[in-house]
C-alpha cells in the first residue's frame, strides 16, 4: 500500500528552526516528484518546494527560497523539509505529497495526513 506520513513540526519562535519528515512507502521514489504543500488559517493549499530525482529538478515558492531546504534520502525513503529563519506567516498545515511535480496540487496523485507548524513569539 501507497503511503506518505508526515512527522515533526511543532511550535517555533520566529527567526527559528524545525523539520518535517515524511516517511515513503510502497511507491519508487525515483519514479514520483516529491513535494512540500501547507495550508495557513483561511487560505488555499500553496506550494512551497518539490523535487524530482529522476531529472535532479529542485525547486521553492519564492515565500521559502534561501530559508527552507529539501532532501531526499533514497535509503531510508524519507523526504525532510528543514525549515530556518521562520516566519509568523509560516504558520500551517504542512502536507507530504508524489506525484509528476509542479506547483500545481492536481499534479500529486498520493498525500499525507498534514503535520501543524505553527510560529510564535
Known amino acids: 500500500e501507497a503511503r506518505l506520513v508526515e512527522s515533526g513540526g511543532g511550535l517555533a519562535r520566529p527567526g527559528g528552526s524545525l523539520t518535517l519528515s515524511c516517511e515513503v512507502s510502497?511507491?519508487?521514489?525515483?519514479?514520483?516528484?516529491i513535494a512540500w504543500f501547507r495550508r495557513a488559517p483561511g487560505k488555499d493549499r500553496e506550494g512551497v518546494s518539490f523535487?524530482?530525482?529522476?531529472?535532479?529538478?529542485?525547486a521553492y515558492s519564492e515565500s521559502v527560497k534561501g530559508r527552507f531546504n529539501i532532501l531526499i534520502n533514497t535509503v531510508t525513503s524519507t523526504v525532510l523539509l528543514h525549515m530556518t529563519s521562520l516566519k509568523p506567516e509560516d504558520t500551517a498545515v504542512y502536507y507530504c505529497?508524489?506525484?509528476?511535480?509542479?506547483?500545481?496540487?492536481?499534479?500529486?496523485?498520493?498525500w499525507g495526513q498534514g503535520r501543524q507548524v505553527t510560529v510564535s513569539s
Open positions: 523535487e524530482r530525482l529522476n531529472d535532479g529538478t529542485i
Open positions: 510502497g511507491i519508487t521514489l525515483d519514479h514520483y516528484a
Open positions: 505529497a508524489a506525484g509528476f511535480g509542479g506547483w500545481d496540487e492536481a499534479g500529486y496523485v498520493l
